[in-house]
């Protein structure tokens, strides 16, 4: 049985990972952390890190930004596994997520999908064909209008891919209002879109002389990041300190 901490448990993603797993073979939710008030939950729910004593294999996260210092400070004091799943870290918060994989076994993806960890892989190998050929490269991304953080920490996952790809030649362009000039052959336009009810949608651009190729990613419900995540925590169980990504579970 793989017993499971779930941080942020009255979100939106919140609510699908733990329905997710009461209908999930030796799977369990053995308490849930938010400080929004709960009720209706099949296990006990505290308002902090520090009033949830359960014992657990793993931790799951899907909060906010603001909650992630408290977080890694509580599981590096539990030993306990943590899946964080949160986007939109600072700088010093991704310095201590590098510090706290020193002491636990530590997985944090920009995307918790199947599907997008392959258009990572893709974004790269269609880089090292097209990058050198002249070829220009956007990313536009679309999500709700709920959503915090842009661009999405998806999208800087992909431009990262291609970065790492082609030795980091590219600076980010996030905004082309302000500065009237010719686009710069060295950059990855990144743009976002808020709107409805929209889940995620990731498309990256090869723009080329006469040519586009285009690589597109659709999320249709909230189900591939919970499927994603408690693969991760099944993952994430046993294992030795260190920090993971989703290309760790998918091989």
Request: aromatic share 6%.
């Amino acid at each position: 049985m793989l017993n499971i901490i779930l941080h942020g448990c009255c979100g939106a993603m919140g609510h699908v990972v733990a329905d997710m797993a009461a209908k999930t073979e030796n799977m369990r939710i053995a308490a849930g952390i938010d400080r929004r008030k709960a009720d209706g939950y099949a296990f006990p729910v505290y308002d902090t890190c520090a009033n949830c004593q359960e014992e657990a294999d793993v931790i799951i996260d899907f909060s906010n930004a603001a909650a992630a210092d408290e977080l890694l400070e509580y599981a590096v004091s539990r030993k306990m596994p943590l899946v964080l799943c949160t986007t939109g870290l600072s700088d010093e918060q991704l310095e201590k997520v590098s510090e706290a994989s020193k002491s636990i076994p530590l997985l944090r993806s920009a995307n918790m999908s199947l599907g997008v960890n392959t258009l990572f892989k893709l974004a790269a190998i269609g880089a090292g064909v097209l990058a050198d050929r002249g070829y220009d490269i956007e990313i536009i991304e679309e999500h709700h209008h709920r959503k915090l953080d842009a661009p999405s920490g998806t999208a800087l996952a992909i431009a990262d891919a291609i970065n790492e790809k082609m030795g980091g030649r590219y600076t980010y362009k996030y905004d082309r209002s302000s500065q009237r000039a010719a686009r710069d052959p060295n950059e990855i336009g990144i743009q976002s879109v808020r709107g409805g009810s929209i889940v995620g949608i990731h498309d990256l651009l090869f723009c080329g002389e006469d040519e586009v190729i285009e690589i597109k990613h659709t999320a249709y419900s909230r189900n591939i990041f919970a499927k994603g995540a408690l693969q991760a925590a099944e993952f994430l169980k046993g294992k030795e300190s260190g920090l993971y990504d989703m290309s760790d579970v998918i091989g």
